[in-house]
């Protein structure tokens, strides 16, 4: 009755409010709105959502797949346009969840969002300090750019045996954005006050280094391809989703965040 109520309702907050006033215990308070997060979504209103979710997921003994799961959908709806609440989600979650339910899809798929933030961060701060010269400076920058970028190449790939598939592109398409920013930094650079000659020399060896980064780049978008179609999972990619990647871009589609589904490794 509460979920139909809730569904009928062109005020949701209000009525919320005053159905569950009627309700006395407030533990099977508690628990209806649990159960009813769905119809939450329903209402279309994400922000009353994520303050109802903080309340509960502070409640330790209360427990149940379904608020990991809505936990998911909300930590979805924020992982871009609002990262700050999408982490207090997830830190919540983790604090409640992590001795008891790891293993859970759900709770994999948010320590998945988390890991992607880290991964973010760490693809920004390749390139936080320009190349320049003189050239034991622009060597030891560009090193230091190779060197994080493998670094965190090797942890991405290595990633997919964590679960939560569902940010596997997501996390691939930061390696690939930081190979083709390399690539087309060094082809771009010209060192300032240097002859014709050593001009000419430095563009040829820069010209040789962005075609391997540009190998590595499509190496890694055929591993994705072959992943997404192997595991045959359906990935949520700026609300786009596929089980395919052909061409290097994901094709969009118009399901909305809350109805994709995926599959477990």
């Keep these: 009755y509460f979920n139909l109520y809730l569904i009928e309702s062109k005020t949701p907050r209000l009525s919320t409010a005053k159905f569950l006033s009627c309700v006395k215990k407030k533990h099977f308070r508690e628990e209806l709105i649990i159960k009813s997060y769905d119809s939450f979504f329903v209402s279309g209103d994400i922000d009353f959502l994520f303050k109802q979710l903080v309340k509960t997921l502070k409640i330790k003994n209360l427990k149940s797949d379904k608020e990991l799961e809505v936990a998911k959908m909300v930590a979805l709806s924020y992982f871009q346009k609002s990262s700050k609440k999408a982490k207090k989600i997830i830190q919540l979650v983790n604090a409640k969840y992590k001795k008891t339910r790891s293993n859970n899809l759900y709770y994999k798929e948010l320590s ?154």
């Design 112 to 265: 998945a969002i988390s890991r992607f933030y880290d991964f973010n961060k760490r693809s920004s701060s390749i390139f936080y300090k320009k190349l320049s010269f003189p050239e034991n400076l622009f060597n030891s920058r560009l090193k230091k750019r190779i060197n994080d970028i493998s670094s965190l190449s090797a942890d991405v790939v290595n990633d997919l045996k964590k679960g939560g598939v569902l940010f596997v592109a997501p996390m691939y398409n930061l390696l690939i954005n930081s190979y083709q920013r390399l690539a087309s930094e060094i082809t771009r650079f010209s060192p300032p006050n240097k002859s014709k000659e050593y001009i000419s020399a430095f563009r040829k060896s820069m010209l040789d280094l962005s075609k391997s980064l540009n190998k590595q780049e499509s190496e890694l978008r055929l591993n994705l391809k072959n992943i997404i179609i192997k595991k045959e999972i359906l990935t949520l990619f700026n609300n786009e989703v596929s089980n395919e990647l052909p061409s290097g871009k994901i094709p969009v589609s118009d399901f909305n965040y809350w109805i994709v589904s995926d599959r477990g490794l």
